[in-house]
């Protein structure tokens, strides 16, 4: 039996697929510490939570914008962005998974591995 379009469509964009962009992404424009949390069954907010860093703010800045562009052109999801303009902690909202991109600094003072990772890591 043949899918409807819209079928694939919708299996081809699951969170599995789109994490694989984001860590792609992340990858390709040379971010650093790419920790990835599973958040399923966990909270609501999300299958996934990616935490990466850049150099400096111009660098964490150019690294959301990028990968912002790379899935809306890829997956055609549109993503919410917050930060970018400060380019010290970018949240990018992508439904699914949920990317921050810190400075150094920034992602050391607030921790969010030790919050999200689970308990005996």
């Given at each position: 039996m043949v899918q409807?379009?819209?079928d694939k469509s919708a299996e081809?964009?699951?969170s599995e697929l789109l994490l694989a962009?984001?860590?792609n992404s992340l990858k390709n424009d040379k971010a650093e510490d790419i920790v990835q949390i599973d958040l399923r069954g966990r909270s609501s907010?999300?299958?996934?939570?990616i935490i990466a860093s850049g150099r400096s703010s111009r660098q964490v800045s150019a690294i959301s914008?990028?990968?912002?562009?790379?899935i809306k052109q890829d997956l055609g999801r549109t993503s919410k962005v917050e930060g970018k303009d400060a380019g010290d902690w970018v949240l990018i909202?992508?439904?699914d998974v949920i990317v921050h991109v810190f400075r150094p600094?920034?992602?050391?003072?607030y921790q969010l591995e030790k919050m999200w990772q689970p308990i005996g890591n």
């Open positions: 409807p379009a819209a081809e964009t699951t962009r984001i860590l907010i999300g299958d996934y939570m914008e990028k990968l912002v562009d790379n909202d992508m439904d600094e920034v992602r050391e003072f």
